[in-house]
Structure formats: C-alpha cells, structure tokens
Nanobody
C-alpha cells in the first residue's frame, strides 16, 4: 500500500508562485510514475503533469506548460509541483497520484491517490 499526502496549498495572488509537495509512505517512491491532477469548482478532474520513475521524463497539460514544473526527490520519497505565474483559473484542489505504468496521463491509470490540497489564486 502507498499513502500520499499533499501539502503546500493555500491562498496566493495572481502572478505569484507556490510549490506543492507530495510525501509518500508504504513503498519506495522510485517504483512509481507520479502525477499531479486538479479539480476546479464545477469542473471534472484534469491532468496537470507527470514524471517518470527516475525523473528523466515529464509531461504536462497544455494549460500549464511553461508555468508548472514537476520534479521528484526519490531519496526523500517526495514529489513536487512548482507553480509559477499563477492565474485565477488555476484555483483547484490539487491531487498527487502514483501509477505502476511507465507513462501515465489519465486518472484511470493511477493506482494511489492523495486527499488533495486546495490552491486558491486571487485576482
């Protein structure tokens, strides 16, 4: 079993930056592709970005390319989502997730999920 706990969310002004963290336990994080998803009010959950087991490959949704960066530190069993140039449309609950697959960009491909952390971007 893998447990994922997100942290770092909160209130930030438009144009600002925020870094989210996802701490893992139960299994070593290097076994899993890790992803970030988000769900805005009234919207369905959407893919944000993912990172391969070793951290040598990443993928992002078009809506966040150039602004968000996903990274991982397997020695710390932690993944991160650095968010820059935040917009009010980025307001959402952000979830981290883990997959057995070498590449994953869909929620159905993720086996384990965190409970989420709320990011609110004010205008």
């Amino acid at each position: 079993q893998v447990q994922l706990v997100e942290s770092g969310g909160g209130l930030v002004q438009a144009g600002g930056s925020m870094r989210l963290s996802c701490a893992t336990s139960g299994r070593i994080i290097s076994l899993y592709t890790m992803g970030w998803f988000r769900q805005a009010p009234g919207k369905e959950r959407e893919f944000v970005g993912s990172i391969s087991r070793s951290g040598d490959s990443t993928g992002y949704a078009d809506s966040v390319k150039g602004r968000f960066t996903i990274s991982r530190d397997n020695a710390k069993n932690t993944v991160y989502l650095q968010m820059n140039s935040l917009k009010p449309d980025d307001t959402a609950v952000y979830f981290c997730a883990a997959s057995y697959l070498a590449y994953a960009t869909q929620g159905g491909q993720m086996r384990y999920w965190g409970r989420g952390t709320l990011v609110t971007v004010s205008s």
